[in-house]
């Protein structure tokens, strides 16, 4: 492939992925996302070469034009698209896939205990939202998605949502997944949670079966259930009067 079809398959990419982008010329012009994984390109192919230190200061002239700090040593695949380029942040053993989306504040980073391979691997066409932290030598599978602000610090299956801190699976093929166990919420607040569900249980075998027991979290589904029925009748109702 030469390079002007590489540029070309880039910057059709981005056209493809953000609804913002009008032409060729602004996409040339004003995605400094493009630049620095054009930029990486050179640095990276300078890395392999064993010309180590020219390759990191070519990475930093990258960062200080564009905002993303991409160390030469990573691997990215193909169509990357870093929309709004600010603070992200890929580090020396990251491998990206390809057809990757990294919104702006990124951090595919360590955990600062590891050596070697410390950096995630991110599957093709895994999508990641702005200021989520990916750290460790973690896997994100294909065609997941990662939730804003979240931080990721255990293995995505492929096909899956996550958000949170610690982050956690919300979608898995298609199919909401509800967290009914604390146990797969691994944080502080939820080592309280079972602390106190372990209490109520003791309480309850106290009382001698006096108390029935409560089928878990049936209640918060229903009530969920129901916002959501609610919020889709007052979509529909907005939509209908868009046309009025
Ligand atoms: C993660 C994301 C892709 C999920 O979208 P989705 O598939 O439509 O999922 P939903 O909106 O149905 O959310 C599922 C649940 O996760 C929660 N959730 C969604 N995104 C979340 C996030 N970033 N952090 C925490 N919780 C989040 C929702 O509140 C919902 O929980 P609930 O059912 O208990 O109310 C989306 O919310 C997101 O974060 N996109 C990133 C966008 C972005 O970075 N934009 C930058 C523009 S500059």
């Known amino acids: 492939m030469s390079l002007f079809d590489h540029i070309r398959e880039d910057v059709n990419s981005v056209l493809e992925r953000d609804p913002a982008a009008r032409s060729w010329l602004e996409v040339l012009l004003c995605y400094p996302g493009l630049w ?8 990276h192919f300078l890395w392999r070469s064993r010309l180590r230190l020219l390759a990191r200061i070519l990475s930093q002239v990258g960062r200080f034009f564009t905002g993303v700090d991409i160390h030469p040593g990573a691997l990215l695949g193909r169509r990357l698209f870093i929309d709004h380029a ?18 702006q504040g990124v951090t595919l980073g360590g955990t600062g205990k590891g050596h070697g391979k410390r950096h995630p691997t991110v599957c093709d066409r ?3 939202g702005n200021n989520a932290n990916l750290l460790g030598n973690i896997t994100v599978g294909e065609n997941s998605r990662v939730g804003a ?24 093929n298609g199919e909401r997944v509800l967290i009914t166990d604390p146990h797969d919420i691994k944080d502080p607040l939820s080592d309280a949670l ?13 009382l001698g079966g006096q108390a029935q027991p409560a089928e878990q979290f049936t209640a918060e589904a229903a ?9 889709e009748r007052l979509r529909q109702y907005v939509s209908m009067g868009e046309g009025i």
């Open 149 to 172: 602000g979240s931080v990721v610090l255990s293995d995505v299956p492929p096909n899956s949502t996550v958000v949170g801190v610690p982050a956690h699976i919300v979608y898995r």
């Open 36 to 43: 620095a994984v054009w930029i990486h390109r050179v640095s």
């Open 86 to 103: 600010a603070g992200v942040v890929i580090g020396e053993t990251a491998i990206v896939g390809s057809d990757v989306t990294l919104y």
């Open 223 to 231: 009530e969920r259930e129901a916002y959501r029925d609610e919020l």
């Open 194 to 206: 079972i602390a106190l569900a372990a209490r109520v249980e003791k309480l309850e075998e106290q």
């Open 126 to 128: 895994v999508f990641v």
